[in-house]
């Protein structure tokens, strides 16, 4: 049967007397046990007493480094959209040229102002589009809405501008749709001179705004349906040619969960991309602006933030 707490002190005081007649050696060695046994706790009943848990702490994992010397674009922005943190950037509020990525505010516009079965017909204007595009015919006919996949999935600059003549009356007017629609919004770094993204010293965005643009964007079933189509066919109302449309977006099905959005290239802005990957709980949102290595860019950033927010904290 255990010792009660005033039988310890009883010994202790025992002990205390007879260290005064002993060496100073072994004193001072009963003198710690002496102080040791307050501290020691006393069994209840005989039993064995449990040791108190000690609290377990989080373990955070960072995710594998990127695997760059040198940032591989002029401008990035990774950020998860429903925390809203942002998981990488670099000069992520610099205005450069947005190329093509024009096109998702064009889009945007078109899909508030415009209705998707009206009739558009192609323009002289339009037809001569530079760079990119369908060699749409003066005078065919198309449904708007298959002017905005021919834009959104190939970035067509000749449907582009036969979709903006429409809705807007002219290019001009339209481009103060977009202008109005971006301060709305808050975009304070961008600036729209035309309606397709070709370069323009007044023509300007940022990779922050860009992904404010698209996170908006897609939040429209009819443009979130558009961006992730990988293959589509367009034919004129009033005639019988087709056109195969082929998605620019090289990550639509070579990543899962890649769901859009836009590519873009110009000499000045350098190729650009802006792509939305869904995983488990979370939605990335990439912006990439001038990287000479785009793809392999947007898959280590991609891996990156799967990683980041696949972390146990």
Known sequence: MGLARTDYCWVGHRLLRWCRSVSLPLATAFSISLILLPSLSVP?????????????????????????????????LLKELKSGRILYQHQANKRLSPASLTKIMSALVILENGRLDDLATVSKNAARAPKTHLRLKVGEVFRVKDLLKAMMMVSANDACLAAVEHVGGNEAQFVELM???????????????????????????????????????????????????????????????????????????????????????????????????????????????????????????????????????
């Open 44 to 76: 209840a009943s005989g039993q064995e007493t449990q040791r108190k848990a000690q609290p377990i702490r989080a373990v955070t994992y960072a995710p594998q480094a990127l695997p760059w010397k040198r940032i591989p674009a002029h401008s990035i």
């Open 179 to 313: 202008n109005a629609k971006a301060r709305s919004l808050g975009l304070h770094g961008t600036h729209f001179s035309n309606g397709c993204g070709f370069d323009g010293s007044d023509h300007y965005s940022t990779a922050e705004d860009l992904a404010q643009l698209s996170e908006v964007a897609m939040r429209n079933g009819v443009f979130r349906a558009l961006v992730k189509e990988e293959r589509e066919i367009i034919t004129p109302v009033s005639g019988y040619r087709a056109y195969v449309l082929h998605n620019t977006n090289r990550l639509l099905g070579r990543i899962p969960g890649v769901e859009g959005v836009k590519t873009g290239f110009t000499s000045k802005a350098g190729r650009c991309l802006i792509a939305k990957v869904s995983h488990n709980d979370s939605d990335l949102l990439l912006v990439i602006l001038n990287s000479n290595r785009r793809w392999t860019t947007a898959k280590s950033l991609i891996d990156y933030g799967i990683r980041l927010t696949n972390t146990v904290q």
